[in-house]
């Protein structure tokens, strides 16, 4: 397992921030690519902006309005990571970007602003609201993590905002499972896994199964976590092996066993465990 305790405290595989993520798996060139090309943008429509007037004008700042709002969004999370978000974007970019002197966008909203206008100022809004959404969830998991123990009411808190926040929900569920709450925990961790799509929530939930006897059901939380992610721990499988033990499935416990020492070698229960099933 990871971190403090008897829990799996999740995987870090988002930087939680959008440039710091490109940064990370694109590399300083891939990071500087992408900065010249937005510059490039943001310059070419400041310029635009300057010789526009009346409804295109307002049009274009709209969309600007839009941009700013997920990149505001995406130093919190990773939006342009989801489908609607980065529509959004992009959107807002077509209506933005620099174009020729006299070309179709600085023809937009002649006579008034038109649905493109509309759209825009309607992008911006929508993208503004989960910029907001955003920074008001990663503000409660900020103030329940360095919290501890005392985290759990900024973590609900935040929960009653955005309930469908995963990651809200799996560090609820780590703070309830390290104070032996299991079947609070067993909540959380369900929603973790509805929405984080984390595989350390469903070792949690094994955990707690294997806690409580139900190891059928350990088995198969078990199982469906390390289909997704079967190599980057070995405790889950000294924890598969354990409850396939006490189901008196010896050959599978063995089999789990041996994968857990293949991937650390010093775990020191996979290897009892083993020594015990031979």
Request: charge should be positive.
């Amino acid at each position: 397992r990871t971190g403090a305790g008897p829990a799996y405290a999740g995987m870090t595989r988002e930087a939680h921030n959008d440039a710091l993520q490109l940064l990370a798996e694109r590399g300083l060139l891939g990071a500087v690519a992408w900065l010249v090309a937005f510059g490039w943008l943001a310059w070419g429509a400041a310029r635009r902006l300057g010789r526009l007037a009346g409804a295109p004008r307002i049009e274009a700042a709209a969309a600007w309005g839009a941009v700013a709002a997920v990149l505001v969004e995406s130093c919190f999370g990773f939006p342009l990571r989801v489908f609607p978000t980065a529509a959004v974007l992009l959107w807002a970019l077509a209506v933005a970007a620099p174009g020729p002197r006299g070309g179709p966008f600085d023809k937009l909203g002649a006579g008034g602003p038109g649905w493109i206008g509309w759209t825009a100022g309607a992008c911006a809004i929508v993208a503004l609201a989960a910029a907001c959404r955003s920074l008001v969830a990663e503000t409660a998991l900020g103030r329940g993590m360095t919290a501890g123990a005392r985290g759990e009411p900024a973590l609900r808190a935040g929960l009653q905002r955005q309930p469908r926040h995963g990651e809200l929900h799996f560090r609820l569920g780590l703070l309830l499972l390290r104070e032996g709450r299991l079947d609070e925990a067993a909540l959380e961790f369900e929603g973790a896994a509805r929405w984080f799509h984390d595989p350390d929530a469903l070792f949690n939930l094994g955990f707690i199964a294997l806690q409580q006897h139900r190891y059928e059901d350990a088995v198969t939380r078990f199982r469906a976590g390390l289909v997704l992610y079967p190599d980057y721990n070995a405790a889950p499988w000294a924890d598969l092996a354990a409850a396939l033990a006490a189901l008196g499935r010896r050959a599978e416990a063995r089999e789990a066993a041996e994968r857990a020492l293949a991937i650390d070698p010093g775990l020191a229960r996979a290897a009892s465990l083993l020594s015990r099933l031979r």
